[in-house]
């Protein structure tokens, strides 16, 4: 039976999605995190946002990192997302005069350990490329344009997916982006991704693996189409990097992610501005752009231990 909590929730949910914007993967997580925060207050004898205190958000943020009989524990990094949501509920529900105080305010998200991003050396990615252009099918040049594009611009392997042939100016060398929040971006394009973009376009300018006729209207636009001839999914994308980490023997390292990072780092590492960094990547925060800098500030340290002569002798 519906409560009045329950009832709060959906509604904070479709002011998210309608008067926020937010996107479908971050509205999915926000969703399950609420979903698994009223069940703890239900379990609590908790119906109604006026009946939530400070100690039962605090309850619920201890049930996230031990777990429970029906949900395993979650890590620094996901427990501080289901916070962060959970905080947003309590907000909304101040706002819309349901409660008279925010009983979340002081409940602050655990800090994830500070984690690298993982890159890939120059030469793997160079060897996932070559092995993606050794044949000459339609498909290889899909696959190929696909990963020239997510190593050369650093788009999310949603924005990937996403892309219709109008948001591409082959002549121009740019493309229009889609990001978190349906933030719209315009991002260079550089000449091997160009290249594969042509070879993957027929002569009419549209993919090779057009089918004769579309089973949705929205996929007669899309850049990266699946063997059926729809738009590629985000799982397919993924499909595809498996299948060529398999062939180069990086089997579990490889991901649209990795790729993301990866064209991060080998632009700071050759000099790259970190604003003009964030900004080809989409970052709201220049905060999250500089974890890269540490990235390229280990690898420094590693050439330097390595190669310099007193590296490694005592003070």
Known sequence: MSTDLDRAVLDYLSHLGVERGLAD?????????????????????????????????????????????????????????AVVAVRGFHRFCLREHLVASDVSAAVKPPRPAARLPKALP??????????????????????????EVLYGTGVRVSELV???????????????AFGKGSKERIVPVGVPAVRALVAWF???????????????????????????GGRLTRQGAWDVLRRYARL?????????HVLRHSCATHMLDHGADIRAVQELLGHASISTTQVYTLVSAERLWEVYRNAHPRAQQGR
């Open 248 to 256: 180069v023997d990086l089997e579990g390292k490889l991901t649209p």
């Open 25 to 81: 993967n971050t509205l999915h997580s926000y969703r399950r995190d609420l979903r698994r925060y009223t069940a703890h207050l239900h379990g609590r004898g908790i119906e109604t946002p006026k009946a939530v205190a400070e100690t039962d958000v605090l309850a619920f943020l201890g049930a996230l990192r031990t777990g429970d009989t029906e949900h395993p524990a979650l890590g620094a990094a996901s427990a501080a997302r």
């Open 162 to 176: 996403g892309l219709s042939i109008g948001d591409i100016d082959l002549d121009a060398a740019l493309l229009r």
């Open 122 to 147: 120059l030469s793997d990615v160079e060897a996932i490329l070559t092995a993606s252009g050794e044949a000459g099918t339609s498909l290889a040049k899909r696959d190929r344009a696909m990963l």
């Open 202 to 228: 027929g002569p009419d300018g549209r993919p090779r693996m057009a089918p004769a006729q579309w089973k949705r209207r929205g996929d007669a636009e899309a850049v990266f189409l699946n063997t059926r």
